[in-house]
């Protein structure tokens, strides 16, 4: 069997046409009118929109938010892969899985798509970042690739589903300075069962290997270790007094000492199941809000990725008909994990920019208002003549600071959980009632939910997307 190169966006876009009736728009293959460039009022106006949908979506009103996002989605705007996306995980919950598979299919097109209009727009002095087409964070853009991953494994197209668990792999690797690898576990369980499928089991098994060492850094019990660990690595490659560098390589010597006797005691069994590839249906169960990013600084300039409260206590178990009891793995698709532990935009030194623009305006205006300022002019003609003409130079310092566009971007996609807890079981085919149930500990602290799934044995893999 041929291995497998890294399939184009443009390939997986023909693949869709064929099998979906979703209209692509023209400018996405490279027409000349572009994405159509909005002013930050129609920004906050189809996020208003959004937000409608989203109340939707929250109330398990899955047609309707489908019906507002499909038509925010359909006009090529600067903010249409977002809403791609949001409509895509409507569907996913609707189990509208064509549509679904569409809708992360171009929004993936588009979020690798550069804009050179918007970009300059947004470059600009006076144009504000919000104004240049969305392409996600690197999280944003890894669950992208996972989503359409799992819907190609759904269709048999093993090849492309593989592409996409490729690249979101890279998405999530993508850091400064390449400084870390992707922790993304179920990315590299669900690799690992594309090449088990594909008779590939030495690649099957690296993947497997890969996923595990993904969860000793991914799992709430290594953050701590990992989090200390890049805090002592960077403080000894920034001291230059050797003393002070000793003393923080003998505490990290001794820090991933404990990590390691930490690791040898932990419990692989759920990650081992999941990247052994033994099942046949994947279930996707949503638990906690989605992070959500805050601006700050005296402009706004700066953002945040904050984390909604989450109980972390909270697990979930799978009964099937025959009363087997299955655990939900965790941290293994951490999605708030995966926004909150990326950073480094390009972006950032343009904001900051822009904001020591508008300050240093501001501050120029003040000093060229300030009638003080003349008083050393001992001509009382040309002191008036002074003043006039630094009021009016003042003035149009003050309408530089006022059109100056520092504020951060904080478009992202709302429509996810804080954490997916992930089971594989097999099943045969048919209709399945699945019992939810979630627990604190050994005490649940809900009624079990029922969930029907109809299985194919025609599927490479059977997926559902579960609310709890």
Known sequence: MRELGFTSWRTLVAVCLVESCFFLP??????????????????????????????????????EAITILGKLSADTTISQPLYLNELGVCCLFATQYAKAKTAFLLAGRLMET?????????????????????????????????????????????????????????FDSDAAADSYKSDFALI??????CYRLRGQDDLASQSAQQAE???????????????????????????????????????RDELREKRKQLESRFDMRDIRK????????????????????LRYGQYGEKFNI??????????????????NI????????????????RGGRQMDNVLESKASIKKRADAMAGSLWNAQNYNNISDPRARLIAMGVGFVAGGISKVVSASTKAQADIRCWQLLPGEFQVVGINLKPGIHQLQVRAFRSYFPISEAKSVAVDISHDRALNFFVVAP
Do not use: W
Request: glycine share 8%; net charge negative; hydrophobic share 40%.
């Open 306 to 323: 904050v984390e909604p409260d989450r109980d972390d206590s909270i697990r979930f178990e799978i009964t099937d008909e025959n009363g």
């Open 188 to 193: 590299y369980c669900l690799e690992a069962f």
């Open 213 to 251: 060492a993904a969860l000793l850094t991914a799992h709430a019990m290594f953050r701590p270790f990992v989090f200390l660990d890049n805090v002592l690595t960077d403080g000894m490659s920034k001291n230059k007094d050797e003393e002070e560098r000793k003393i923080m390589l003998g505490m």
């Open 26 to 63: 023209h400018s996405c293959f490279g027409g000349d009118a572009g994405v159509l460039i909005l002013s930050e009022k129609d920004v906050d106006g189809l996020e208003k929109q959004a937000e409608v949908a989203r109340n939707c979506f929250n109330s398990n009103a899955y047609d």
């Open 326 to 341: 299955t655990d939900a793995a965790r941290y293994v698709c951490d999605v708030t994990y995966q926004a909150t532990t």
């Open 114 to 170: 550069f804009d050179p209009r918007s970009e300059r727009k947004a470059l600009s002095l006076f144009g504000a970042e919000a104004q240049k087409l969305y392409r996600g964070d690197p999280y944003e853009r890894a669950i992208n690739c996972l989503f359409l991953g799992l819907c190609f494994l759904r269709d048999n197209d093993v090849d492309n589903a593989l592409a996409c668990f490729k690249n979101g792999i890279l």
């Open 274 to 293: 999941l990247a052994d590839g033994h099942f046949n249906t994947l279930l996707l169960i949503g638990c906690g809000n989605a992070p959500k990013k």
